[in-house]
């Protein structure tokens, strides 16, 4: 290495520290989560896969502006340890304003729809988790442009608000920009709105989301769903009810929802069960978006029951087995690690996976 060069590095590792220092909190971090799974599909064979579910890497920090007033930033990253893949700001990624009045911040963030009530899944986020159910499968990276169907989404292009809890009420809201321009002249925008209640062992939501000029000029989906949660001790139990509203071409089509969930903690021992359930799809017959689909027989069931065992604080083990029951012209899937979607089949399972967050 040349002497201009090497100076042009320490000059740069040098800038790199001082710009750290000058922050009042920075902190890397990250989470690895991978499972093996057996896996099976109808009357398929069996399928056996090592799959991620959602491993992160991230940087994140604060500096105080004075006054009660901070600047917030956070670059988190996609990780894949099964295949070594990876994009740096792929997931949470923002910067924003922090003070008396709230968080106000920009960038690419999960819509305050989906943030609400995704701790009330314990097997949020891996292959078993109930996106396969609720909000019409998962999308964590999309714009008004992509992924249409979905109301589980990270938002690029987006604005949050999130207020100061105020006697255990919160409000979190997100505008996702019309920047993208589709031919035959939509002009689609997104608009997300949670309430959020948390006064001892009660939690409660109330969730709202639009997506207009998703299906084309002039129409409008809209997601709405309600949640309660209630921990007696060391067991706590969850029911999330949801009501999805789509405005296709060929009409509206719509599709009520609902999951309960009971976790209960031993010590190291967590002890997890969650069932969805969706009703059929009110609309055309034919007519589908995602794993929605109008008509007769086309809802479905997902039950899955598991275990995790805590290592440390930061480490642990867990094991479940999941069920995914189509009726005869439903075709949901794993909205995470799917297999493919078929009418009228089962999906089954059964994972062991290892987690450690850093």
Same mark, same amino acid.
């Given at each position: ?213 998703? /299906?084309? !000029? *002039?129409?409008?989906?809209? +997601?709405?769903?309600?949640? %309660?949660? #209630? @921990? &007696? ?107 493919? /979607?078929? !009418? *009228?089949?089962?999906?089954? +399972?059964?994972?062991?996976? %290892?987690? #450690? @967050? &850093?």
């Amino acid at each position: 290495m040349s002497k201009t060069l090497r100076h042009s590095a320490a000059a740069c590792v040098a800038l790199c520290a001082a710009s750290a220092c000058a922050q009042t909190d920075v902190q890397v971090y990250g989470r690895l989560n991978v499972a093996a799974e057996t896996m099976r599909k109808g009357d398929d064979g069996s399928q056996v896969r090592i799959v991620n579910n959602r491993s992160v890497l991230g940087l994140r920090g604060s500096e105080d502006l004075g006054g009660g007033l901070k600047a917030l930033f956070q670059v988190e990253g996609t990780l894949a340890p099964d295949t070594g893949a990876g994009e740096i700001a792929r997931r949470d990624t923002r910067i924003g304003l922090d003070g008396g009045f709230g968080t106000l911040f920009l960038g690419h963030w999960t819509t305050a729809y989906t943030g609400a009530t995704s701790s009330l899944d314990p097997f949020y986020p891996t292959t078993a988790g109930t996106m396969s159910i609720l909000a019409n499968g998962a999308a964590p990276s999309a714009d008004n442009g992509g992924s249409l169907a979905s109301f589980d989404r990270r938002q690029a292009n987006s604005l949050h608000y999130w207020s100061r809890p105020w006697h255990g009420l919160s409000l979190r809201l997100t505008h996702g920009v019309n920047e993208e321009r589709p031919a035959g002249g939509a002009r689609p925008a997104l608009h997300s709105a949670a309430l959020l209640m948390e006064r001892g062992a009660w939690q409660a939501v109330l969730a709202h989301e639009r997506h207009r000029d998703y /299906q084309g !000029p *002039g129409s409008h989906d809209s +997601g709405t769903k309600a949640a %309660l949660a #209630h @921990a &007696f001790g060391a067991t706590r139990v969850a029911l999330v009810a949801e009501r999805l509203k789509y405005g296709l071409a060929s009409g509206k089509l719509a599709r009520n929802a609902a999951y309960v969930s009971l976790s209960h903690q031993l010590g190291a021992l967590g002890l997890r069960a969650g069932l969805g359930w969706a009703g059929d799809g009110k609309g055309a017959p034919g007519s589908r978006i995602g794993f929605v689909r109008g008509g007769e027989e086309t809802g479905a069931l997902h039950l899955t029951l598991g275990m995790d065992v805590a290592l440390s604080k930061r480490s642990g083990v867990y094991a479940y087995v999941t069920r995914l029951d189509n009726e005869a012209a439903a075709a949901y899937d794993f909205a995470i690690n799917g297999l493919g /979607q078929a !009418p *009228g089949v089962t999906l089954r +399972g059964a994972a062991l996976g %290892l987690r #450690h @967050a &850093f």
